[in-house]
């Protein structure tokens, strides 16, 4: 489905949107409630790559089909991997497929899990025979993704006697460990991280308890950037959030500062406000711990017509696309003068913003709903909207309820 964007009238937006649960808490939750029964999850995401766990996790195939969901891909690794008497094969969509888990499979490999390459060495699809672990030290790589690190700790308490992990090298995307670490220690089972080393305890059985998804923040995003680009006075109400957030993402509330959006938060809920013009300098950022909204912010930047330094994005070409080379592409096609390398993009001051371009979004839910404020400037299309229910099931309606006008094309 192509549609196109624009907006009619006034850009005054007055508008309260309720936002599902965190896709990331959510498929950490499902791993975890199938490990230990007693959880019960509320607010749980609606997300595919949240369906697609939970069908991974009930299904008895042998072939679990994860689609685009890289956590369920990952999580499922070490889920499967010490599934006693279980043999399954590990599979995804064609970007799946060049998405690399050689990482994750070695560290399991080392603990004395069964795991082979159906096809390309180093990615799925993956075949894992279950079986059980009672080594309890890994080494594991903790540049490439973070993702790798949490399969290992979600689980670790399973383990006869429990995982200490020593991380080599920079560790990328940390908030999403900690996440991860946190939900373990809100279930009560202990876990320490010191330096480059995690331990997380053995934990048999946890007390009876119900777990409450915060809402995504990484959706937050793209209601930032709108507030961002819109009229002064103008405001958001998101729910469900809090201030004390698991999500890394949540550093919006700081960043978007920026651009004259200010936060308050209210009881379970955020009001986002455009209070300012956006400042005119430079926005310089290191993104290492919130990867997924680089997307939102350099379109932010180049609708507001400011200047960014963005860095810490070697993880953005293993993503959903190589994302640092979409930017580039779409930014390019609507006039932008930006350059990015392997782990940074540079995007220069620039008056004009070409209308009418359309914005190709390479299976990647977050290039259409990046670009997608950028109605407010010039109408736009969106080829292949449908992408946003990787993660946002609701997107167009929430853009409709705000006053986006979308025609199908
Ligand atoms: O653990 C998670 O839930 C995630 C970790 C991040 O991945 P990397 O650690 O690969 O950067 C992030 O980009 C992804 O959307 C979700
Ligand atoms: C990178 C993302 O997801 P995943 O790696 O889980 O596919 C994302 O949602 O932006």
């Known amino acids: 489905m192509d549609i196109l964007l624009n907006v009619v009238g006034n850009k005054k937006i007055n508008e309260k949107i309720t936002i599902s649960g965190s896709k990331s808490e959510s498929n950490r939750l499902l791993i975890l409630q199938n490990l230990f029964p007693e959880i019960s999850i509320e607010n749980l995401s609606d997300s595919d790559d949240s369906v697609h766990m939970q069908h991974a996790l009930s299904t008895d195939k042998e072939t679990v089909d994860i689609g685009h969901a890289g956590t369920a891909m990952r999580f499922l690794t070490s889920y499967f991997a010490v599934k006693e008497g279980r043999e399954v094969v590990l599979t995804g969509s064609d970007r799946m497929q060049n998405r690399p888990i050689e990482i994750l499979v070695n560290a399991l490999k080392d603990l004395g899990a069964t795991i082979s390459y159906e096809d390309k060495v180093g990615y799925p699809p993956i075949r894992i025979k279950g079986s059980k672990i009672t080594t309890d030290k890994v080494q594991i790589n903790g540049n490439v993704s973070s993702q790798y690190i949490s399969s290992l700790l979600l689980i670790a308490s399973k383990l006869e006697n429990g995982l200490e992990i020593e991380l080599l090298g920079k560790i990328t995307s940390v908030p999403y460990i900690k996440m991860t670490l946190s939900l373990l220690n809100q279930l009560g089972i202990e876990t320490n991280f010191e330096g480059n080393f995690i331990k997380v305890n053995p934990k048999k059985s946890i007390e009876k308890q119900l777990v409450v998804v915060e809402s995504d923040w990484s959706s937050a995003s793209y209601f930032y950037s709108i ?183």
């Open 227 to 409: 507030i961002a680009l819109s009229d002064i006075g103008s405001e958001i109400q998101l729910s469900a959030y809090k201030k004390e957030s698991l999500q890394g993402d949540s550093c919006l509330a700081e960043i978007y500062l920026h651009f004259g959006v200010e936060t308050i938060f209210g009881e379970n809920f955020i009001t986002l406000k455009k209070v300012k013009e956006t400042k005119k300098e430079t926005l310089e950022i290191d993104l290492k711990n919130a990867p997924d909204i680089a997307q939102t912010i350099a379109v932010t930047c180049f609708a507001e017509n400011i200047a960014c330094n963005l860095s810490g994005l070697h993880t953005l070409k293993i993503k959903e696309t190589d994302r640092l080379v979409a930017l580039n592409d779409e930014l390019t096609n609507l006039g932008a003068i930006i350059s990015v390398t392997d782990k940074s993009l540079h995007l220069e001051t620039s008056t004009t913003i070409n209308s009418n371009i359309s914005i190709k979004t390479y299976n990647d839910h977050r290039m259409a709903m990046a670009f997608a404020p950028l109605a407010l400037r010039v109408p736009i299309k969106i080829l292949d909207a449908e992408v946003v229910t990787k993660s946002y099931q609701k997107f167009w309606d929430d853009m409709q309820q705000i006053g986006i006008k979308i025609d199908k094309l």
